[in-house]
């Protein structure tokens, strides 16, 4: 197995083996137009891919070019390496939309060359293209779909390499309670099956402290009944639940609106999109959670090689893109040519990523996680601290 710490490559090297090759994306309607068949000893056949199914356009895009960006960055390497069987991404872009997700999943299953996938990016997508992945036995490894329920479904071909809800809820809990000091809470979630999940942990957790709730909807841009809600509760914090658009209006209507309550949101609005929406001045001090490793923790020369490439900084998930894609690059290196020998070797793996241990239970949930506390500070979204998850 070749090693997953990688050093530093030349992106133009690395450009030349990949143009040899036919360049390194798709579409979710074109990829490889060659079966890659073959089995574990074969020889490396035309047109391997792995697939990308998550958000690159619409309002939750900035969370799905993070991780396409990590899983290209892996792509790149490994076809740079001596003798490496050249690997395609072939990109399924879902808006992060379960209405989308069934067709984009169909595509991915009839597209014989696409032996892996890296997603879905979001929970109610996952829901949704899920059960169509294991009933055509193509693994796939999400790495941000956090929703708990997603690894009790018996579905063979589900992975995930983050920590799910079930960790981040509680570790929220703990530090609005111990560390923010909060004994009366309001929660607000968007009615996603993400956002709205991760919102009941929480008050779950909070138990009495919960003591007042709202629910608002994905695409709302006028809070201000949630406003007068929370002024009217007066709580110590407030908490939300969803992704950064939202998160982002309803911070910036509340300290207009004269409210200083502290704000702790979820690895959904952890992007700048949350403080362009909010507003610099406004956003200053939220808080937000994820079970996610903070990108210039990774290990090895991660985060400068994904700069050097994309001329930014590793953002939220793009490690954990970058560790997914590992492991199907990995079993392809090894000559896992079909999808049910590589569907084994990911079953089996366990070796070290850059974000954590990368291995699995029998349902596909990380044997290692993490969860991170993140604060705004100075317009920037910087690491706080990590919250025990026992």
């Known amino acids: ?29 074109e990829g490889g137009t060659e079966a890659a068949g073959g089995g574990a000893t074969g020889e490396c056949p035309d047109g391997v891919s792995i697939g990308f199914f998550g958000a690159l356009t619409g309002p939750n895009a900035n969370l799905g070019v993070n991780i396409k960006n990590g899983v290209q960055l892996a792509v790149d390497q490994h076809n740079a390496e001596d003798g490496a069987c050249q690997v395609t991404v072939t990109d399924y872009d879902s808006q992060g939309l379960p209405e989308q997700a069934t067709g984009l999943a169909t595509q991915a299953v009839g597209d014989e060359a696409v032996l892996g996938v890296v997603g879905p990016a979001f929970s109610g997508e996952s829901r949704v293209a899920d059960p169509i992945f294991d009933e055509a036995g193509l693994v796939a490894i999400t790495p941000s779909a956090t929703n708990p329920a ?16 079930a960790s981040q809820g509680p570790a929220a809990a703990t530090y609005i309670t111990d560390v923010l000091g909060a004994q009366n809470v309001f929660v607000v979630d968007d009615a996603s099956e993400y956002g709205k999940g991760l919102a009941d ?12 709730n709202d629910t608002v909807q994905s695409g709302q841009t006028d809070f201000s009944a949630t406003v007068a809600a929370i002024r009217a509760a007066n709580p110590d914090a407030v908490f939300f639940g969803g992704y950064y658009p939202e998160a982002g209006l309803m911070l910036r209507q509340m300290r207009e609106g004269g409210l200083q309550t502290p704000f702790v949101t979820d690895d959904g609005a952890k992007d700048d999109g949350l403080i362009d929406a909010a507003g610099a001045a406004n956003a200053e001090g939220a ?24 001329g930014t900084a590793p953002a939220t998930y793009s490690a954990e893109g970058y560790d997914a894609a590992t492991i199907l690059l990995d079993g392809i290196a090894e000559g896992n040519y079909d999808r049910e020998s590589l569907l084994e070797f990911v079953r089996s793996y366990d070796a070290p990523g850059v974000t954590k241990q990368l291995s699995f239970d029998e349902q596909g949930e990380p044997a290692d996680v993490v969860v991170w506390s993140y604060k705004v500070t100075d317009g920037a979204i910087v690491a706080d601290q990590e919250i025990p998850t026992s």
């Open 1 to 29: 197995m070749r090693s997953i710490v990688k050093l530093a490559t030349p992106v133009a090297a690395a450009a030349l083996l990949l143009t040899a090759c036919g360049g390194t994306t798709g579409t979710g309607t």
């Open 150 to 165: 997603l690894a009790e479904n018996g579905w063979s071909t589900f992975f995930r390499v983050l920590g799910n809800d």
């Open 201 to 212: 942990i929480v008050r779950e957790e909070l138990g009495a402290a919960n003591t007042g």
């Open 287 to 310: 808080i937000i959670t994820c079970p996610c490793l903070p990108p210039e923790e990774a290990e090895g020369t991660f985060a400068a090689d994904y700069e050097a490439e994309f």
